[in-house]
C-alpha cells in the first residue's frame, strides 16, 4: 500500500477514528477507546492479541493500568479505501510514564484494517502495533 486512495470524506472520517483513538489513549477513557473497534475486531500488540470489542478493551485496560500518563501522536503513512474496506497505515509516537515513575519514547507502526459499519462509522477491525524504537 502506498499514498493515499478513496473518496475524501471517507479519508477524513478514518482519519479522525484513528485521532479519536489517540485521544481515548490520551484521557484513558476506556469506552472511547473501545467504541473505536468493530464488535468482531483483531487486535495484536506486542506478544499480546485480543479478539471482539470486549476482550481488546479489556486488554488496554490491563495494559494501561501500568502506566500514569501516555501520550501518543500520529503520522499517517497511507491508507488505501475500497467501498466499505481500508488499510492504512500510521506511525506512532508515544511518551510514556510508568505507574514506578519510568519514562519511555516508543516509536511503532500500526497497519490497520478498518469497515464503515451498519451504522455508518469507519472502526477498526484489525490492528496490528509494531514498536520501531524504544528510548
Do not use: P
Not at 477524513?12 to 468493530?38: G, L, M, S
Not at 519514562?103 to 490497520?112: A, H, I, K, M, T
Amino acid at each position: 500500500m502506498r499514498g493515499f486512495s478513496g473518496d475524501l470524506a471517507d479519508r477524513i472520517a478514518i482519519r479522525e477514528r484513528i485521532e479519536a483513538y489517540n485521544d481515548a489513549v490520551f484521557r484513558k477513557d476506556a469506552e472511547d477507546w473501545a467504541e473505536c473497534w468493530a464488535q468482531d475486531a483483531q487486535w495484536q500488540v506486542g506478544d499480546h492479541a485480543a479478539s471482539g470489542r470486549e476482550a481488546i478493551r479489556d486488554l488496554w485496560v490491563r495494559l494501561m493500568a501500568g502506566f500514569d500518563a501516555a501520550s501518543m501522536y500520529v503520522n499517517h503513512g497511507a491508507l488505501a479505501i475500497d467501498g466499505d474496506h481500508a488499510d492504512s497505515r500510521c506511525y506512532m509516537l508515544e511518551m510514556l510514564k510508568g505507574a514506578d515513575g519510568s519514562e519511555r519514547l516508543v516509536s511503532g507502526q500500526y497497519d490497520d484494517m478498518l469497515r464503515r459499519d451498519t451504522d455508518g462509522i469507519w472502526r477498526f477491525t484489525a490492528r496490528r502495533y509494531t514498536v520501531l524504537q524504544v528510548r
